[in-house]
């Protein structure tokens, strides 16, 4: 595996455009003999106690050296502020409910949503949850934020492009706004109304068919009371509303910025035909198939790595996007020397390392919320039934900002157990949702402050107690050489149905509590030397509260090869795990293909089948052999949704997942009744994804390499280039040839402009910390002017890392940038 180059060559382009070719080759020269910087004194800054020291690497990264607590968070908040400023105050707006005050009234339905769903409990107890000193840490950080934005108030012509582009400037934080929920992982609500819909269309077995639950089967049976022509209505349209990636339409441009009437046309039409919406900023991306999409982990024990220390790797896999949804950054200073990534809007890390051990994450499914549905009074549609008798709806006024009109005033309901979604006056219904993560401690990752100062297993897990939202999936190596694994999230115990459908809300289903979290599955030190995790469902099979652990998981595929190369006799080194990180060997690949060999195919299809013969299943970019592959499979599961799901239910079902259809094919009997009837629909669906392709790409089939912009590639949109065509070009980052699929260890989604995988990696040997490797793509700068805008995508593309320094001496022998923020 290649590293990346020891500086950031591609980060300084757009610089070097703008300076005098000599001057330019003069800064390449420093740059790539990785000079040390001097000490320059930083700016006066009103807030912060004592000098801080704050070392930037050659990948962007700040390395924050702080005397004290206080100065170390608020530094932390105030260098990503520096950053990610736009998408701070988006965040800021999507989390107070403003966004319709600058985007206008399209934007009304997610501020109500996002008010609706907002923690109204006492923000003490819950900052008390994520740290005994989680106050004073979130309010250090929110300050350091504000003076940053005192700063760019100051000179709002230095602000970055999209706020001079949009007309608008950032808002003060406030600590409430840090632990908002509004960009969490949070549940399974449209899961469990979709499969609801579909089992009130074809029935509860049909149903449990199609889909792939495991271990324990689930109740899907939809109680009395629920009125199945009821489900039909926009049930979530308040909670999917503050919940989906903001959008700027071209109206959103304040008409004053150069360059802005150039996104449209004397009639309102995009001028050059292109799509004059731009890319979300934000949230995650919705797909069809969200149970493809997701992380690795592992933890490997020294007997079986080459160095003989423990290893522990993490790729979280989200949306791709400019600014990344990740922030590194190394906190130092009198009990912390945490280094890795997080939310770039929270204090902390929530996957790195300190001096005594590493940690990292992916998704354990775990159900936090569940729809309830009511009786309403008729004369009174705001009483309900619980039990035995009526309950008054808690009411909340709130007035919504809107953009170009007067304010909005709402009503905001509640039920005994939480949000009121939705009220079906014709029917005399009503639904509200309870949401696990309303109660203390529900701010996603924000626990991890808890994680970052533990020194040993039982300590790590202790945090893990604390780490409510999302469930995941946290394994540890120290250096004591232990490893380890427990699930977090916190999870209701459901005694009598397994939330998959909406019950009713009149007292008969209720929550009986949430286990504990470290009674969650956990292991420590197994036999084969090994720990890892992708997602799919690694519940040991004697686990006993399965009340409280959920039905649904990812395809097993990724979790499979990774075990399959962990598990050999060879000890692993750091290129092998980073290897392993970006593999691109296709377990569906491996077990489809051979099945071509018996079929009769001629023209096209003959061909194409030739290109399999000897193949060696990797989705590699310019390898014909892994388009073709990757046609079919796509094809295969189109088709396998064609044939088998029922016209009623396809609204609600809207994919299957490939290893539900693979045991179809595997026992040809369940679905396709015979081994012919299975080879006919394989033939069928090969034959019909090589003519695709052919439409696609010409007929000459040396032409149909995977990895190109019209097949496999990645282009990363910056949320304002579709509006700003006179600037895309240094906004936009890409196209570049990708390889892999959402079923490879290097997962990259199954789109053909890849919008899911791991822009973060991490591979650290524990206690040889200087050589661990990372990578952050597209850069720790959401600022499109920063050399850190773009300085990784490249690398990150063609699957390089770069090396996270962690000693002083290093990090200083590689210093970019060394700078002290000053008190008054």
């Known amino acids: 595996m290649k590293e990346f180059p020891n500086s950031p060559r591609l980060a300084y382009r757009r610089l070097l455009k703008a300076l005098q070719p000599v001057v330019g080759a003069m800064l390449l020269i420093a740059i790539l003999t990785g000079c040390r910087q001097e000490r320059e004194a930083g700016p006066i800054i009103s807030g912060i106690q004592e000098d801080v020291e704050v070392v930037r690497d050659p990948y962007g990264i700040n390395h924050i050296y702080a005397k004290n607590e206080h100065d170390l968070f608020f530094a932390q908040g105030y260098l990503a502020a520096r950053d990610r400023l736009f998408q701070f105050e988006i965040w800021r707006r999507q989390a107070t409910g403003t966004v319709a005050e600058i985007l206008g009234e399209r934007e009304l339905q997610r501020d109500i949503g996002t008010r609706l769903f907002a923690y109204r409990g006492d923000l003490e107890e819950d900052f008390g949850v994520y740290h005994p000193r989680g106050s004073a840490i979130i309010r250090a950080y929110t300050d350091g934020v504000n003076a940053y934005i005192d700063e760019a108030l100051a000179d709002p012509e230095s602000l970055p492009l999209e706020f001079r582009a949009l007309g608008i400037l950032p808002g003060k934080w406030t600590p409430d706004v840090v632990i908002s929920r509004h960009q969490g992982l ?3 609500s449209d899961e469990e109304l979709a499969i609801g819909r579909a089992v009130a269309a074809i029935g509860e077995e049909a149903v449990k068919s199609l889909l792939w639950f495991h271990p324990k089967e689930p109740d899907l049976q939809l109680a009395d009371g629920i009125d199945a022509a009821s489900l039909s209505e926009d049930i979530l349209k308040l909670y999917n509303a503050y919940r989906k990636p903001v959008r700027f339409e071209p109206e959103d441009l304040d008409p004053g910025f150069p360059g802005s009437s150039m996104a449209l046309g004397s009639s309102g039409e995009h001028l050059n035909g292109s799509d004059p919406v731009a890319e979300p900023v934000g949230l995650e991306l919705p797909v069809s198939d969200s149970l493809s999409i997701g992380s690795n982990n592992w933890v490997v024990a020294g007997e079986r790595t080459a160095s003989g220390l423990p290893v522990m790797a993490n790729d979280p896999h989200r949306r791709i996007s400019v600014p990344s949804l990740r922030y590194m950054v190394h906190l130092v200073a009198p009990g912390w020397d945490v280094i890795g990534g997080g939310e770039p809007e929270i204090p902390g890390v929530s996957i790195g390392h300190n001096p005594h051990g590493a940690w990292g994450l992916t998704v354990f499914r775990t159900d936090g919320e569940d729809i309830y549905v009511y009786d309403t009074d008729p004369e009174d549609p705001d009483r309900y039934r619980y039990r035995e008798g009526w309950e008054e709806m808690e009411t909340i006024r709130e007035s919504i900002p809107v953009k170009g009109r007067e304010a909005e005033d709402v ?68 250096t004591a050489g232990n490893i380890g694994w427990q699930a977090v999230g916190i999870a209701p115990i459901r005694p009598n149905f397994s939330g998959l459908v909406p019950v009713p809300g009149d007292g008969s289903h209720e929550w009986d509590g949430y286990l504990p979290i470290v009674e969650k599955p956990h292991a420590l030190n197994p036999d084969k030397d090994f720990i890892a995790t992708a997602n799919q469902n690694v519940s040991p099979p004697e686990y006993d509260r399965w009340d409280a652990v959920g039905y649904s998981w990812s395809d097993p595929f990724r979790g499979d090869r990774i075990e399959e190369v962990l598990g050999r006799e060879k000890p692993l080194d750091l290129k092998e795990m980073q290897a392993l990180q970006t593999d691109y060997l296709s377990l569906p690949a491996r077990e489809l293909t051979p099945y071509l060999q018996g079929m ?54 809207g994919s299957l997942q490939l290893e539900r259809i693979l045991q179809w094919v595997r026992e040809p009997g369940q679905r396709f009744g015979n081994p012919s009837a299975r080879s006919a629909f394989l033939k069928e669906a090969f034959e019909s994804a090589v003519e695709g392709l052919e439409q696609r790409l010409g007929a000459d089939m040396s032409q149909w390499q995977y990895g190109q912009p019209k097949l496999k590639h990645i282009t990363i949109r910056h949320p304002l280039s579709g509006l700003l065509p006179d600037r ?96 008054e």
């Open 600 to 653: 009769e195919f001629s023209g096209r299809a003959a061909e194409a089948r030739e290109q399999l013969s000897g193949w060696d299943y990797r989705l590699e970019p310019e390898s014909v052999a892994a388009a073709i592959y990757v046609a079919w499979e796509n094809r295969i599961r189109e088709a396998a949704h064609e044939q088998f799901v029922p016209e009623a239910a396809k609204p609600h079902i």
């Open 186 to 188: 949070l549940g399974n």
């Open 728 to 823: 895309r070009e240094s906004l936009d980052l890409g196209p570049l040839p990708r390889g892999g699929n959402g079923y490879t260890p290097g997962s990259t989604g199954n789109n053909m402009n890849q919008s899911s995988g791991a822009t973060f990696r991490l591979v650290v040997p524990v206690g040889d910390w200087d050589r661990a490797r990372a990578m952050n793509s597209p850069g720790q700068s959401g600022d499109p002017d920063s050399p850190y805008y773009g300085n990784l995508f490249e690398a990150w593309a063609r699957d390089q890392y770069f090396p996270l320094y962690y000693s002083r001496d290093s990090i200083l022998k590689h210093a970019d940038a060394r700078m002290v923020l000053q008190p």
């Open 411 to 478: 009503t905001l309901k509640y039920t005994r157990h939480g949000p009121v979604l939705f009220q079906d006056t014709l029917r005399n219904k009503a639904y509200a949702m309870r949401c696990a993560w309303l109660e203390p401690g529900g701010a996603p990752y924000l626990a991890s402050l808890r994680m970052d100062q533990a020194r040993s297993w039982e300590e790590f897990r202790e945090a893990c107690n604390y780490s409510h939202i999302p469930g995941e999936n946290m394994v540890w190596a120290d």
